[in-house]
């Protein structure tokens, strides 16, 4: 079956811009994730929805960053007025239906590649 | 605050040598713990996880790991390495939520 897919794969952009970047998750999986990716570093949290909603976005660095999913399962991250620092592999994740528990697996798109010029 | 710290940055081996990829967790983020690997140009898929029970879990690919609540530890241990094996391993942690710590990685090179 398909596994989780995130477009575009690469993009630039220039200081000050505005981009999204999409995710589609595993039919069927609830819960999704953002990470963020910087050179030598792992995957940093940025936002947790379960369902439509946003159950832990405590991750997101500040009100520049925004994610949505309004109907349960395509996400989009949201990233206003960019910054050079922006810059970074942003990976989207998904996990099965179960609730109530951090234990599943989460299964990772192949990320996209933001660069802020 | 929660951690997951990985003591080795890359791991050079050779080929089927025994190879261990440290990992360290805070108490904080000890409930469920994760081995991630992320092959070159590839996304990352679990090669295990250790949520209850024995201590001694096993994954894919003949890896293995044991958590060691004493030491904060769940190491990663393989007895032979492929060529194949290389590739960027991450380890990671949460309470039971799903706010997922991962540690900065460990780059296991093996050499022919």
């Known amino acids: 079956g398909a596994g989780v897919s995130q477009t575009p794969s690469n993009k630039v952009t220039e200081k000050g811009k505005y981009v999204e970047l999409r995710c589609d998750p595993i039919?069927?999986?609830?819960?999704l994730y953002w990470y963020r990716q910087s050179l030598g570093q792992g995957p940093e949290f940025l936002i947790y929805f379960q369902g439509t909603g946003a159950a832990d976005d405590s991750g997101l660095p500040n009100d520049r960053f925004f994610a949505v999913r309004p109907e349960g399962s395509v996400s989009t991250l949201k990233i206003q007025r960019t910054e050079r620092g922006d810059s970074a592999v942003y990976l989207c994740?998904?996990?099965?239906?179960?609730?109530?528990?951090?234990?599943?697996?989460?299964?990772f798109g192949p990320g996209t590649r933001l660069t802020v010029l | 605050a929660q951690s997951v710290t990985q003591l080795d940055s890359q791991v050079p081996v050779f080929e089927e040598a025994p190879v261990e990829l440290r990992c360290n967790y805070s108490?904080?983020?000890?409930?469920?713990l994760f081995w991630y690997v992320q092959y070159p140009n590839q996304g990352l898929q679990l090669l295990l996880k250790y949520l209850s029970g024995s201590t001694l879990v096993k994954g894919i690919n003949g890896f293995e790991a044991e958590f060691n609540k004493s030491q904060t530890s769940f190491h990663l241990r393989k007895p032979s390495v492929h060529i194949s094996d290389t590739a960027e391993y991450f380890c990671?942690?949460?309470?039971?939520?799903?706010?997922?710590?991962f540690g900065a990685g460990t780059r296991l090179f093996v050499k022919a």
């Open positions: 994740a998904s996990s099965s239906p179960k609730t109530g528990t951090g234990g599943n697996e989460q299964f």
């Open positions: 039919s069927g999986h609830t819960a």
């Open positions: 108490s904080s983020v000890s409930v469920y």
């Open positions: 990671a942690g949460n309470t039971g939520g799903f706010k997922t710590i």
